[in-house]
Nanobody
């Protein structure tokens, strides 16, 4: 089992910045990748950014050049630095971890943190 605890959401004006953090605990040795997803009202959950154990990253086109995902392996924490925020970035942001096991893999989710960008 993996537990994920997010922090860092809030209200910011358009053009501003926020930094989200997600601390993992439990069976962290099994984690293969971590990332962030978001879900806006009335929309499906969508990928924002992921980072693999080797350090490779992947971003949604809508956030490329504005968001940066990183991780601190010593603290089992992943970060999402969000710059040049836009009102359309408003959503609940969820931390995600994929853990590899003998069955294949399991997906774990944080409780979500609200990000609101005002125009």
């Amino acid at each position: 089992q993996v537990q994920l605890v997010e922090s860092g959401g809030g209200l910011v004006q358009a053009g501003g910045s926020l930094r989200l953090s997600c601390a993992a605990s439990g069976s962290i040795f099994s984690i293969n990748s971590m990332g962030w997803y978001r879900q806006a009202p009335g929309k499906e959950r969508e990928l924002v950014a992921t980072i693999r154990n080797g350090g490779s990253t992947n971003y949604a086109d809508s956030v490329k050049g504005r968001f940066t995902i990183s991780r601190d392996n010593a603290k089992n924490t992943v970060f999402l630095q969000m710059d040049s925020l836009k009102p359309e970035d408003t959503a609940v942001y969820y931390c995600h971890a994929r853990a590899i096991n003998f069955r294949g893999y399991d997906d774990y989710w944080g409780q979500g943190t609200q990000v609101t960008v005002s125009s």
